[in-house]
């Protein structure tokens, strides 16, 4: 018989060149993989927070579950750590007010033309 880790992983896509495990099945409210297991809870468990426990161990109260990877369907384990709400608010206001490099800046503005003008971005010019 397998263990739920193991059931897990099945409901997962393997991306190799990442060694991501993307879950493949449901999604709670907030776009992260759930899954309900009736033995442990009638309501659904993140599956990030169940792979944890599984794998590494207990969860203080206050705590997350998140991606190194920063790929919010990935479920592998080692790609798994403990952070803060705190700490996740801090990162996202980073990404936010950083600069854009130029690459960054040219693929906005042509995927805002190629929108523009009802074209997809592979007919799209880049300079």
Same mark, same amino acid.
């Given at each position: ?19 991501? &495990?993307? &879950? ?100 799209? &010019?880049?300079?």
């Amino acid at each position: 018989m397998k263990s739920l880790l193991e059931r897990i992983k099945d409901r997962c896509k393997v991306e190799y060149s990442t060694d991501c &495990w993307i &879950w493949t099945q449901t999604k709670g409210n907030t776009g992260y993989p759930s899954i309900r297991i009736s033995e442990l809870s009638p309501h659904p468990i993140l599956v990030r927070r169940l792979t944890y426990l599984l794998a590494v161990g207990p969860i203080g109260a206050r705590l997350l579950v998140s991606a190194k990877c920063g790929q919010q369907l990935c479920c592998n384990p080692e790609h798994l750590f403990l952070t803060t709400r705190e700490a996740v608010g801090r990162k996202a206001l980073n990404i936010a007010n950083r600069k854009l490099t130029s690459d960054e800046r040219r693929r906005i503005r042509n995927l805002f033309l190629a929108k523009q003008h009802g074209k997809s971005l592979t007919t799209t &010019w880049h300079p």
